[in-house]
Every structure is written in C-alpha cells, then in structure tokens.
C-alpha cells in the first residue's frame, strides 16, 4: 500500500519566470531587423586601420568628396526640381508675342448681344478769322412769351378786351346793359372732371284691370333650387302588416 501524498495548492510566488534576458526583442541598432516601434537615424559604416604600404599602390584621396543633398541612401530625391534660365535676348527673326498691355478689350465691338456704354468725341475750338463777322448776344432774337403763339412753351387763357362806345353803349345807356339772367352759364363738366350721370324713370302707372294679382306670402323661395344648393328629402312610407299577402303578378310555370 503506497502512501498517499497530500497535495496542497500551488504557490504563484514560487513560480520563477524567465529573466529580462530570455526574451528576443529587436534591436534598436543598425538598420537590418530594427525595431519598428523605433525611429532609425542615420547608419554610419567604419573601415579598419590601413597599412601603411598602401599609401605606395594607391594614393586615395581624402574626405573631399561632395555628396550631393538631393542623394540618400534609398537613391535619389524622387521631389521635382526646376530651373531657372535667363531671358532669352530679342531676335528679328523671331515671333515677338504681344503683352497683356498689348491688347484692348474696350475697344472690341459689342458681342452676344452686350450693353456697350455711350461714346462722345470733342473736337478742338473753330478757329475764327479776323474777317468772319460772328454776331453778338444780342443779335439773336428769342421768341415772346406772351399769348398763345409759343410752340415749346405752356399757354394760360388769353383774354381781349374791346373800348368802350362813345354813343349809345352801355357806359351812356345803362337799359343797354344786359341782366345776370342774360349770361349763359358753361357746364361744369366742360371743364371740371365729370361726375357719373343717373337717370330716373317715372313712376309707372297702376294697371287698371280686375285679373288678382299674387301678394308677397303667394311666393315660396325657400323651394328655388335652380341656382342655390337643395337640401335633402326624406319619404316616409306607410307601416305593412305581416300577414298581408303581397301582389303576385307573374308566375312561373
């Protein structure tokens, strides 16, 4: 009989995990397998030392060397570049290509049914000579403004008064002097805006004949319904009994 080991419940503080070492991060060095998360800075390469019989094969050059900016290490700057050239000079027998002061857009004729504004030109002063006799003001004569004869300008009423009679006028002879009642009086609508005009019938005549004639309560306008709305009507039947025995008029054979 095996003897029974009691079991009792794990400890986590009694697991030991692996150390910071055991894990692979990548590096944050060099460019090949760098970290991602990381930003790479430029790569520098270092030569070993050279012997000092080299300098007897191959003479190199020092650090003199100008690598343009434009050059990386993935190749050449993909932006685009441009140039600048100096102006070209005036040739004869090249085409000169007008200006944009060369051309004027206001002096095109109206196009597509455009409003052109008005143009007005003034010419220079007549020059007189000492023998051309030019009038003065005063030579020129202006029409009146009196009476009814100016054409260009509003005329007011004109009146004309006669001299007095020196014999049997109406200064010696007052009878000769016609009343108020002599004069005829002007309509009113001959001058002033006329007023709308009514006229009125006389009064007709009762008619003499003895046929009745309908009074007011004869009439029923509650009944016209040709041109106003009617309202509804409603029938109502007699009641039928149940055992009366209805009027057959066709039978079948």
């Not at 008619?207 to 009617?230: A, L």
């Amino acid at each position: 009989m095996s003897q029974m080991e009691k079991k009792y419940p794990v400890i986590t503080g009694r697991e030991k995990g692996p150390g910071p070492g055991r894990y692979g991060l990548p590096p944050t060095i060099g460019f090949i397998g760098h970290d991602f998360t990381k930003p790479t800075g430029p790569a520098f390469s270092f030569h070993g030392r050279l012997s000092d019989s080299i300098y007897c094969v191959d003479s190199s050059p020092g650090p003199k060397y100008c690598v343009d900016a434009k050059m990386t290490r993935f190749g050449k700057d993909g932006t685009p570049a441009h140039s600048m050239l100096s102006r070209v000079k005036a040739q004869k027998e090249l085409l000169h290509t007008p200006g944009p002061g060369a051309y004027s857009p206001e002096r095109v004729p109206p196009c597509n049914l455009q409003r052109r504004p008005p143009s007005y030109t003034m010419g220079s002063r007549t020059n007189y000579r000492t023998v051309d006799t030019v009038p003065a003001p005063n030579k020129y004569c202006l029409p009146p403004l009196l009476g009814p004869q100016v054409p260009n300008k509003p005329a007011s009423a004109s009146y004309s008064m006669s001299a007095s009679l020196s014999s049997g006028g109406p200064s010696v002879d007052l009878a000769n002097t016609p009343g108020p009642c002599n004069y005829n009086s002007t309509d009113p609508s001959v001058y002033l805006p006329r007023q709308p005009a009514f006229s009125m019938l006389g009064r007709h005549s009762v008619p003499r004949d003895r046929t009745k004639k309908p009074g007011p309560g004869t009439y029923n306008p509650e009944k016209v319904t040709v041109h106003k709305s009617r309202a509804p009507a409603f029938s109502l039947g007699i009641r039928h009994s149940d055992y009366v025995t209805p009027l057959v008029t066709s039978v079948s054979d």
